[in-house]
């Protein structure tokens, strides 16, 4: 019942942050108005992050674990796959809503900077994983190996993204909060905010449906 | 000591099996080669941009060719029934890992060797030694993820499918660092930018190796 509190509000709160972001933040001096796609692609691609350590803090937690009990054992899974998901849409949400900023702004749709190629990167796979997923049938041995991928695959991604960025760059540096307008910050923060709340709503969904789900299959199993 | 002799041992069954089919090598050094051919069509450039950006090709084609290798080797595995043969009497998963990751890179050190003729040739490059360096870390880090992500798609009916969409992904840094540190061999070191795409390997390579030892006896 909290939770679903929770989801009401984030999505009303986000509602509020993008009137904010729209009609109330200045337009920027140099991009005008094209700017304000930011406030969603900005705390789109942190909410991507985070959700991509989330799925690594679940997969290694999972492996850590010391309980044999499976019941036990499978709540890291859920977890992690759970928080998968969420991070494939951010992912996507954030390099959608970059390509369309950056043609108006580079002029292109693309651009092979490292930040971009690392995020268009993570969406590939984080979507692997998922794959994997579904081809896997033994859940136990699913758990064990998707686990073993959300762990490396985590790891790899600050090589992946130091080594394209030492091979080129450029994507702007991020502005600090010096350098906006105040409510500026205040509509970035606000969405990031309302973001973080739908996304923690979604991942709620999202793990009573996987222990639904495990039940039907279970049930069918028995 | 028993585990380098159970390495050994794998090892040597991998490359028995390997040069009595004969054909695997063969094939996928034939597949490689067509590669390089299917570059040159592809891009239509002049020969000196096409020299220019070999390296790349080489590496492309290499990492294309070693993951039909490294299907083939186990695909027969597991068609066999060998790898079941080989959990069944209870080695180390660690072992098991390691003995596969050898006799892969043997594979692949092979292959780049072949490879480095047809390169000379077909691009008028001039090969020196510091390249060695190179062809090795850049060997090792293709076998030591390659092996592990093979291991985890091998007994799925999908594998096949899912090897290279999950493999190469994972595999774009050794593809930066080992192309441009070709690059750099061949043509000149100016800025001294080679030691840290070397480097940059030495850490994909060291990373890798620990990680998959360590999540090993999860996937067997």
Partial sequence: ?222 | MKAVRQIAALVHKDLLAEFREGHALFSVFLFALLLLLLFHFALSLEPALLRRISPGLFWLALFFSSTLALQHSFGREVEDGQWEGLLLLKIDPKVLYCGKLLSHLIFITILQALLVLPMILLFDLSPNRSLAVVFFLGGLGIATVGTFYASLTATLREGPLLLPLLLFPMMIPILLATVQATELALWGDLMGQKEAWLKLLVVFDTVFLLGSLLLAEQIS
């Fill in chain 1, 1 to 222: 019942m909290i939770l679903f509190f929770l989801g009401i509000v984030s999505v009303c709160f986000l509602g509020f942050a993008h009137y904010w972001g729209l009609f109330i933040a200045p337009p920027d001096r140099m991009m005008g108005d094209v700017y304000r796609i930011l406030f969603v692609h900005v705390p789109a691609a942190w909410m991507a992050l985070l959700f991509c350590f989330l799925n690594f803090l679940g997969s290694i937690l999972y492996l850590l674990q010391k309980t044999q009990v499976w019941q036990r054992r499978r709540v890291w899974d859920r977890f992690a796959h759970a928080s998968a998901e969420i991070a494939v849409v951010m992912t996507g949400l954030a390099v959608a809503l970059g390509s369309i900023w950056g043609r108006p702004t580079w002029g292109v749709w693309w651009t092979w900077d490292p930040r971009l190629t690392t995020t268009a990167l993570l969406f590939i796979l984080y979507m692997g994983t998922l794959i994997l997923r579904r081809l896997l049938e033994d859940p136990e041995r699913r758990a064990k190996v998707v686990a073993s991928l959300g762990v490396l695959l985590f790891i790899n991604v600050p090589i992946v993204y130091l080594s394209v960025k030492w091979w080129r760059s450029l994507h702007q540096m991020q502005s600090s909060p010096e350098t906006m307008a105040p409510s500026m910050v205040i509509a970035l923060r606000m969405n990031a905010v309302a973001l973080l709340g739908v996304c923690l709503f979604l991942l709620w969904v999202r793990l009573r449906l996987a222990k639904k789900e495990e039940r039907l299959e279970e049930g069918g199993e028995s």
